[in-house]
């Protein structure tokens, strides 16, 4: 079981940039995939981007393709999520999650397929 804690997030204005961290505490974490979902207010979760256990493959959702980029560090334990051109629509809590691996882009938005391990989540809020 990992223990998931996210940072880094905040309020920026439409356009900005912030960036996301997860630190993972378990000895998994180099054996999972790993990724961010995201819950808008009045929305369901929606996943967002994930990374494959060796960081090999990357997969995000339409809606941030070109914008967001996903990253890790197994050596650290540590994901990271870069995103930028936020937008209004952006806005919502950020949750850091594991699965067994990374979806490919047509399902990506349902990650984490088993909802088993996730952070306390961080809030993003775009707004001018």
């Known amino acids: 079981q990992l223990q998931l804690v996210e940072s880094g997030g905040g309020r920026v204005q439409p356009g900005g940039s912030l960036r996301l961290s997860c630190s993972a505490s378990?000895?998994?974490?180099?054996?999972?995939?790993m990724g961010w979902f995201r819950r808008a207010p009045g929305k369901e979760r929606e996943g967002i981007a994930c990374i494959s256990s060796h960081g090999e493959n990357t997969n995000y959702v339409q809606s941030v393709y070109g914008r967001f980029t996903i990253s890790r560090d197994n050596d650290k334990q540590t994901i990271s999520l870069q995103m930028d051109n936020l937008q209004p629509e952006d806005t919502a809590v950020y949750y850091c999650a594991a699965d067994t691996g990374c979806p490919g882009s047509a399902v990506v938005h349902r990650f984490p397929l088993s909802l088993k391990n996730w952070g306390q989540g961080v809030l993003v809020t775009v707004s001018s």
């Open positions: 378990g000895s998994t974490f180099h054996s999972l995939g």
